[in-house]
């Protein structure tokens, strides 16, 4: 069994930052890749940042140069730093991690956290 638990969510004001975590745990031999994807309203789930393995990392181009995607695979985290929200960065955010359990591989979610960005 293993958990993605998420946190730092929350309503901020455009141009604001937050930083969301999350801790993987339970039945873990070694994590692959672990990211971060966003689900708006009436959107389909999109990718936002991914860390493929620890020192590397993908952007969606309408998040390049205002978020960033830190991974500490010791303590099996990562993190998301969102610095000059936008409106249309409002959506439920979700952590991703590719895990190998010891009996397979295969990808797991959190249960996401909430992103509003509004005056």
């Known amino acids: 069994q293993v958990q993605l638990v998420e946190s730092g969510g929350g309503l901020v004001q455009p141009g604001g930052s937050l930083r969301l975590s999350c801790a993987a745990s339970?039945?873990?031999?070694?994590?692959?890749?672990m990211g971060w994807y966003r689900q708006a309203p009436g959107e389909q789930r999109e990718l936002v940042a991914n860390?493929?393995?620890?020192?590397?990392?993908d952007y969606a181009d309408s998040v390049k140069g205002r978020f960033t995607i830190t991974r500490d695979n010791a303590k099996n985290t990562v993190h998301l730093q969102m610095n000059n929200l936008k409106p249309e960065d409002t959506a439920v955010y979700y952590c991703?991690?590719?895990?190998?359990?010891?009996?397979?591989?295969?990808?797991?979610w959190g249960q996401g956290t909430q992103v509003t960005v509004s005056s």
């Open positions: 860390s493929p393995s620890v020192g590397t990392t």
């Open positions: 339970g039945m873990i031999f070694s994590i692959n890749s």
């Open positions: 991703n991690a590719n895990i190998n359990t010891g009996y397979s591989r295969r990808n797991f």
